[in-house]
Every structure is written in C-alpha cells, then in structure tokens.
C-alpha cells in the first residue's frame, strides 16, 4: 500500500494529466454516440423495417473485440485518439439506440391515439408524450454507454491515444502493480463520477411522475427552483467546449512537428526518447513523442501512413514481418537487405545500426533448468511435452518466432502453449503457470527474476539489431535529422541496453529519465534540465 501511495505521489501530474485526457476523449465520443444513436432510435420507431437490420447491425459491432476492431480502422485513419473515439462510438450506440427503439415502442397504442384526438401532430407527440415516457429508459441506455466509455477508452493507449490506458499498459509491461493501480483506480473512480453525473441529468429532465431507471419517482418540488443563472451556464458551457474542442483540436489539427514513435515496451519507451531529446538538442525543430504504440504492424503502419516520422526497429524484424523475406543469420547480410528493400516498399530510411542485438531468446527459471537438466534449446525440446510455453502473443503467430521454432527444433511439442502479453508472461512463468517465455537477449527483467537463458544451439533467431527508421519525406525536408540520429551509430552495446532496461523495469526510474542521463554520459546532448513543453497530455506523458 505503501509504494502505491508513493507512486502516487510522486507522479501526481502525470496521473492528473492523463486522467483529464481520458476525460475529455470519454465526453466527446460519448456525446457524439447520443447525438447519433437517439435519432436512429427514433428513426426504427416511425419505420419500423429497418429495426431489425439497423439493431442487429449495432449487434454485431459490440461483439467484435475492441482490439479487433483498432486494428481494422488503424490502416484507413491512422493512430491516435480519432480511432479511439471512433471505436468506443460504435460501441456505445447499441445500448443507446436499443434503448431508444425499446422505450418508444413501448409507449400503449391508446395512448398515442388520444393525443392525436386532442389535435397533436406527430412532431408534439413524439415531444410531449413519446420522449417523456420514454426518457427513463432511454437515459439508462445513455447511462450503460457512459460507463462502458470508461473502460474502454483505456484500451486506445494501444494505438497512442493516451488517457489512463497508459499507465495500465505500462504497469502490466513492466510488472508494475502500482503503475497498474495508478491507472486503474482513476478510471474506476471516473465510471462512477460519470454514472452520478448522467444519474443526475436523468432526474433533472425527467418529466414528474414518471418512475425512473433506479425505480425514484420524481415529484413536483413545492417551491420552484430558481433559473440556473446566467454565470452558471456559461461556466458549464465554458467546461463541456474545454473538454470536447481540446480533444477535437488535439485529433484533428495537425503542425509542422517532428512525431517520434515506438513500440509499447520499455526498451523500445528508452529508445524513442532517445530520438527524440537528440533532435531536441541538436536542433530547431519541435518534437513529439507518440510513444507507447501497439506491436510492429502499428508502429510500422503508422510510419507509412505518416502518422509517425521516425521510430526504433530491428533488422530482423524487418526481414521476417515486414518483408516476409526467409530467416538469415548473417547479421551484415540482413542489415543490407532491409537497408535495401524496406526504402523500396515503404519509402522509409533505415539508418546506421545502433550497436546491440536485442534478438529473441527462450528462458525458465533456474529451478526448471536444473530439475529437467537443460542448456540448450534442442534439450529444452526434448522434453517440451511436459512443459507449458507462455509466449507474448505475436511471438506465438511469427515465422522468426514459434511458428518458425518448431520446424527448426522438430522434437518441439508443447503440452500447452498459452499466449500472454508483456510482462505478464514473467507473472506467469514466476507463478509456476508456464515453464518457458520468450524474451529478448536485452530484457532487463531476466535480471530481476533471476532467469536462465537457454542457448539457440542451431541458431535458429536471426540478428535484431536496433536501427533508427525514418520517412524520406521527413529526410527531405530536414535532412540534418540524418547525421543527428546516426549519433546512436554502434553507441550501445547488449550489456549496456540491459542496464538501461533494468534500471526502468527495475529501479523504477522514468524511461525519458533513463535515455537523457545515457545522452548525457555519452556526450550526445548538453547536460542542462530539459525545459517543459506546453504539449497535450497524450503528447507528453506517452513517453513515461
């Protein structure tokens, strides 16, 4: 409880920021789901064949999984919080426009036919009978969507949109229970905040008389309430264009700024802000850090679309996952294959090597080692029907990872493979769930855990050197990028990245904290403080 409460307090900005992002990108996709979903519940009602196609459709968007459906809008909008938004608005539009549909269907037909006797158009009915007798339900379906907005608006960190999700992904790449906590508890608190919220707009609208979701019955009060004064709606008109235009603005008005990116782990957080205190120092332009992004297929995706400038990536990945070229040892050999093919396909710069291999590597714990008695992966296999692989998730769907693996070791046969992500497959495999995780040569947690790495004695991962990618586009515009980012050149060796990766992992230092005293000791940058940037929460917190 104690490191929590330090957590806390030591990153109380950091927490505050991004809970008032999560917010903001909450209230407008919320906001932009009533304004759609009511009217098309409207619509069913008065045309009644389209109910069924219109419900089942919302139907069928809510059953796709979130991350699913990220993946599928990322190559047609690109990353950030515009998907974001875009995903948690399908996905409260069920509840609202079912609700909607449900609550005006079932208003009684004699009901409606007396209110046409007395001379109503269809406009007053729907405004004067229909929507008022309605309204409790209705507002439960808004209800259900603000909540669920909540929790999923975590998940848009994936693809670099910031909010609470940072900390949550963050805390679970590292084994960070705090970090965890820290990113959790808030969002929990701001569902129940926004439940309260809607629960009192839902009183203050409803008509008197009529019961409510919760089963309150609102009554004609004795005195009437004085007007909400004049000063009073401006200042709540001032909050809601605060909330909303800031996350619109941020979304869609773009600046001439260089955008570094990176993948959602710790090495990859050093190494991104790397790049970018380096052109920071080096030079005029202004940097942003969208940091923190989901797996290659995002980042690289990302810096094709132009979403991104310039990210770290690894030779061999680069072969294997993008080019779906055949594994290759010889590290000089694949450096100048993809230093070749990846500025044909992509119209991206592969700069000099950064110096160390961060290539995969199979591990387990030292008790595991020594009760199967096991040095490399060919003894690791052999006995491989008794033990549980817990990969991350894209190493298990790789040809340079498992899929690859077993046909190089055939005596490879798992009695169970069950794919985790990030951190969690060191949980898994210090918890006694699984026996054997992938991991890279540089993690600093195999340090922390004590793990032993067994040896790839056919060779089988191939080199993944650290490289810096950048757009041509962006080269040509600023080519003194190019010198400034091959500063890194043969800069860092296996042993070195490790120790930055621990004392993240580890020691709970700051990644953008690790990276700038590196720069510093190296002679990269001038040592003086960093001054801070007036940048959008989601701008400057992807890099913690």
Same mark, same amino acid.
């Given at each position: 409880?104690? /490191?929590?409460?330090?957590?806390?307090?030591?990153?109380?900005?950091?927490?505050?920021?991004?809970?008032?992002?999560?917010?903001?990108?909450?209230? !407008?996709?919320?906001?932009?789901?009533?304004?759609?979903?009511?009217?098309?519940?409207?619509?069913?009602?008065?045309?009644?064949?389209?109910?069924?196609?219109?419900?089942? *459709?919302?139907?069928?968007?809510?059953?796709?999984?979130?991350?699913?459906?990220?993946?599928?809008?990322?190559?047609?909008?690109?990353?950030?919080?515009?998907?974001?938004?875009?995903?948690?608005?399908?996905?409260?539009?069920?509840?609202?426009?079912?609700?909607?549909?449900?609550?005006?269907?079932?208003?009684?037909?004699?009901?409606?036919?007396?209110?046409? /006797?007395? /001379?109503?158009?269809?406009?007053?009915?729907?405004?004067?009978?229909?929507?008022?007798?309605? !309204? @409790?339900?209705?507002?439960?379906?808004?209800?259900?969507?603000?909540?669920?907005?909540?929790?999923?608006? &975590?998940?848009?960190?994936?693809?670099?949109?910031?909010?609470?999700?940072?900390?949550?992904?963050?805390?679970?790449?590292?084994?960070?229970?705090?970090?965890? !906590?820290?990113?959790?508890?808030?969002?929990?608190?701001?569902?129940?905040?926004?439940?309260?919220?809607?629960?009192?707009?839902?009183?203050?609208?409803?008509?008197?008389?009529?019961?409510?979701?919760? /089963?309150?019955?609102?009554?004609?009060?004795?005195?009437?309430?004085?007007?909400?004064?004049?000063?009073?709606?401006?200042?709540?008109?001032?909050?809601?264009? *605060?909330?909303?235009?800031?996350?619109?603005?941020?979304?869609?008005?773009?600046?001439?700024?260089?955008?570094?990116?990176?993948?959602?782990?710790?090495?990859?957080?050093?190494?991104?802000?790397?790049?970018?205190?380096?052109?920071?120092?080096?030079?005029?332009?202004?940097?942003?850090?969208?940091?923190?992004?989901?797996? &290659?297929?995002?980042? +690289?995706?990302?810096?094709?679309?132009?979403?991104?400038?310039?990210?770290?990536?690894?030779?061999?990945?680069?072969?294997?996952?993008?080019?779906?070229?055949?594994?290759?040892?010889?590290?000089?050999?694949?450096?100048?294959?993809?230093?070749?093919?990846?500025?044909?396909?992509?119209?991206?710069?592969?700069?000099? @090597?950064?110096?160390?291999?961060?290539?995969?590597?199979?591990?387990?714990?030292?008790?595991?080692?020594?009760? +199967?008695?096991?040095?490399?992966?060919?003894?690791?296999?052999?006995?491989?029907? %008794?033990?549980?692989?817990?990969?991350?998730?894209?190493?298990?769907?790789?040809?340079?990872?498992?899929?690859? *693996?077993?046909?190089?070791?055939?005596?490879?046969?798992?009695?169970?493979?069950?794919?985790?992500?990030?951190?969690?497959?060191? &949980?898994?495999?210090?918890?006694?769930?699984?026996?054997?995780?992938?991991?890279?040569?540089?993690?600093?947690?195999?340090?922390?855990?004590?793990?032993?790495? *067994?040896?790839?004695?056919?060779?089988?991962?191939?080199?993944?050197?650290?490289? @810096?990618?950048?757009?041509? $586009?962006?080269?040509?515009?600023?080519?003194? !990028?190019?010198?400034?980012?091959?500063?890194?050149?043969?800069?860092?060796?296996?042993?070195?990245?490790?120790?930055?990766?621990?004392?993240?992992?580890?020691?709970? $230092?700051?990644?953008?904290?690790?990276?700038?005293?590196?720069?510093?000791?190296?002679?990269?940058?001038?040592?003086?403080? %960093? $001054?801070?940037?007036?940048?959008?929460?989601?701008?400057?917190?992807?890099?913690?």
């Amino acid at each position: 409880m104690n /490191g929590f409460l330090n957590y806390v307090q030591n990153n109380t900005g950091q927490i505050f920021d991004l809970l008032l992002e999560h917010l903001q990108l909450t209230v !407008l996709a919320v906001v932009i789901a009533v304004v759609l979903g009511i009217p098309i519940g409207i619509l069913i009602t008065r045309y009644q064949r389209f109910a069924k196609p219109v419900l089942a *459709l919302t139907s069928v968007v809510q059953a796709v999984p979130s991350l699913a459906l990220l993946g599928f809008l990322i190559p047609f909008i690109g990353i950030g919080s515009t998907p974001a938004i875009i995903m948690v608005v399908l996905y409260s539009l069920l509840p609202i426009v079912k609700n909607t549909y449900t609550g005006l269907s079932s208003i009684p037909g004699d009901m409606l036919e007396a209110a046409k /006797g007395i /001379g109503l158009t269809d406009r007053q009915i729907l405004g004067k009978v229909q929507i008022p007798l309605a !309204l @409790p339900i209705m507002m439960a379906g808004i209800r259900i969507s603000a909540v669920t907005a909540v929790g999923l608006m &975590t998940i848009s960190a994936f693809i670099g949109a910031g909010g609470l999700g940072y900390l949550v992904f963050s805390g679970i790449q590292t084994v960070d229970n705090n970090q965890i !906590l820290a990113g959790a508890i808030p969002a929990g608190i701001l569902a129940l905040a926004i439940d309260f919220i809607v629960s009192r707009i839902e009183y203050s609208v409803a008509p008197n008389g009529i019961p409510l979701a919760d /089963g309150r019955v609102k009554s004609r009060a004795r005195k009437r309430r004085k007007a909400m004064s004049a000063g009073k709606k401006i200042a709540i008109a001032a909050i809601v264009f *605060l909330l909303i235009g800031g996350t619109v603005a941020y979304s869609f008005l773009k600046t001439d700024k260089i955008v570094i990116g990176s993948k959602n782990f710790t090495e990859q957080l050093i190494l991104g802000n790397m790049l970018a205190d380096l052109i920071e120092d080096k030079t005029d332009l202004e940097v942003e850090r969208q940091l923190n992004l989901g797996g &290659t297929k995002v980042a +690289y995706g990302a810096l094709e679309t132009g979403e991104i400038d310039a990210y770290v990536e690894y030779t061999g990945t680069l072969l294997i996952d993008v080019l779906k070229q055949k594994l290759e040892t010889d590290p000089e050999a694949v450096y100048k294959k993809v230093g070749k093919m990846i500025p044909e396909k992509s119209q991206v710069d592969v700069l000099d @090597p950064i110096g160390f291999n961060n290539t995969y590597a199979l591990a387990m714990t030292k008790e595991d080692i020594k009760k +199967y008695d096991l040095k490399t992966v060919s003894d690791m296999a052999a006995v491989s029907n %008794r033990l549980i692989l817990g990969s991350t998730i894209e190493f298990a769907n790789r040809e340079d990872g498992y899929l690859g *693996l077993k046909k190089k070791y055939p005596d490879m046969k798992f009695k169970d493979v069950q794919p985790v992500d990030g951190g969690l497959r060191y &949980t898994a495999l210090t918890n006694g769930k699984t026996n054997v995780i992938d991991s890279f040569s540089t993690d600093g947690l195999l340090k922390k855990f004590n793990l032993t790495v *067994l040896e790839d004695d056919k060779e089988f991962f191939p080199p993944y050197y650290a490289v @810096p990618l950048v757009r041509q $586009e962006t080269l040509e515009e600023h080519p003194e !990028l190019k010198e400034v980012l091959n500063l890194l050149k043969d800069k860092i060796t296996d042993k070195k990245m490790q120790e930055l990766n621990f004392k993240a992992d580890v020691e709970k $230092e700051r990644p953008e904290d690790v990276a700038r005293e590196f720069l510093i000791e190296e002679g990269l940058i001038k040592s003086k403080k %960093r $001054e801070p940037r007036r940048e959008s929460a989601s701008a400057l917190y992807h890099a913690r």
